[in-house]
């Protein structure tokens, strides 16, 4: 499906979401926006894998990763397999009622991680539902009706020990420049923004003490005109919309993410609206809230928006490349962004949508979290 023809089928749900959106001052909107609601092409699953750094197959479906080990200790499950790929390793259930419960949306059909040998089925299911989105349910720990161990387990070593979870991601047949709307006047560099508007609920979340939880939007943008053979040219941002239990109300920005093949990232929570977040290492502003901050707890539908400057862009990649031992300059920012770094219509938006996370460094603990996106909107914006 071309660019044009995944638009025009979303046209009204523009503008229906246009009237529901806060606005800081009055928005010109560009031609450059992704928009997903369930609907159009993505109404099923396309790529399913465990513990894959790629799970977008690119033709803009939903690809699904799955983060965790299958348990190592029971006998006959599955030792042998540490990274699937295939159907053989989820089932398509039937209808469950539980899944309203659970996650906010009924589920017509959803997928749960199994080994391929055993047949063993874990905890964690993920589906989406035309005209409405995507739902998902992450489980850690021991199982729900006793006290052996479930399917998936967190991490037992670094990097990211202690962690399990699930991300599901759209790749668009396009890629949309984020930070490419017209601009009249002075002080483009602070009207010129990429906004993220995102309809998240959690209707199910247990933290036993020493846990956290999340669900987070995920976004990754990409500098086109870079070497990607020779350095990452792109970024992970990474915003909560849930943040339940330890370590919560702080930003992380890093220059290299070992589990996800070194790519720089940012992610944190999300503040009051017209609160702007700030680097760690810089104190220099890197997004602006004007929907709901993040929550502690589970929650109805609500809509949570994130405004990125095209100065602000800049204040991350800066932040990241301090982080990777840079000096903040241009010219260290192009060693991991390119030469052409600081060209707005270099910049595209290559995926977006949602994930889960769960920290659960004890075995016998039961952590879990359930919810759905049912609007996502990414859109180039000049004030």
């Known amino acids: 499906m071309n660019r044009n023809a995944f638009l025009s089928a979303v046209k009204l749900c523009f503008a229906v979401l246009l009237m529901n959106v806060s606005y800081a001052t009055a928005w010109t909107v560009s031609d450059e926006e992704f928009f997903y609601d369930g609907s159009g092409s993505n109404d099923g699953i396309g790529t399913k894998s465990w513990n894959s750094k790629e799970i977008i197959d690119g033709q803009g479906m939903i690809g699904v990763g799955v983060n965790g080990v299958a348990d190592p200790f029971a006998p006959g499950t599955c030792p042998q397999v540490k990274n699937c790929k295939t159907d053989d390793c989820f089932e398509n259930w039937l209808p469950d009622a539980d899944s309203t419960r659970q996650t ?14 055993s047949n063993w089925k874990g905890f ?7 005209d409405a989105g995507f739902a998902m349910r992450s489980w850690s720990g021991m199982k729900p009706y006793d006290s052996s161990p479930s399917f998936f387990h967190p991490k037992l070593s670094m990097p990211n020990k202690g962690i399990s979870g699930m991300y599901g991601a759209i790749r668009p047949p396009w890629h949309m420049q984020p930070w490419s709307a017209e601009c009249v006047g002075s002080d483009c560099g602070d009207k010129v923004r990429v906004a993220v508007v995102v309809d998240h609920e959690v209707a199910s979340a247990s933290a036993p003490a020493g846990t956290q939880l999340q669900q987070n939007t995920r976004i990754v943008f990409l500098q086109n005109a870079c070497d990607r053979s020779s350095m990452p040219c792109q970024f992970e941002f990474n915003s909560r919309a849930l943040c339940k239990g330890v370590y919560c109300g702080f930003i ?44 502690t707890d589970t929650f109805n539908k609500k809509r949570f928006q994130l405004e990125i400057s095209w100065n602000q862009l800049r204040n991350i990649l800066e932040s990241m490349d301090l982080q990777r031992g ?24 290559i995926d977006a949508g949602f994930g889960q996370e769960i920290y659960n460094p004890a075995r016998n603990n039961r952590a879990y979290v359930g919810g759905s996106v049912q609007r996502l909107w990414v859109v180039a914006v000049s004030h």
């Open 104 to 117: 906010g949306l009924y589920l017509s059909t959803y997928y749960t991680p199994k080994c391929p040998d």
């Open 326 to 349: 840079g000096n903040g300059s241009r010219e260290s920012i192009a060693s991991t962004f390119g030469e052409n770094w600081d060209v707005k219509s270099n910049w595209t938006m």
């Open 252 to 295: 992380k920005i890093e220059g290299a993410d070992a589990a996800q093949g070194g790519i720089p990232y940012v992610a944190g929570f999300v503040g009051q609206p017209g609160e702007t977040a700030t680097a760690p290492n810089t104190g220099k502003p890197i997004w602006t809230s004007w929907g709901s901050p993040t929550q």
């Open 124 to 130: 964690s299911y993920f589906g989406a539902v035309p």
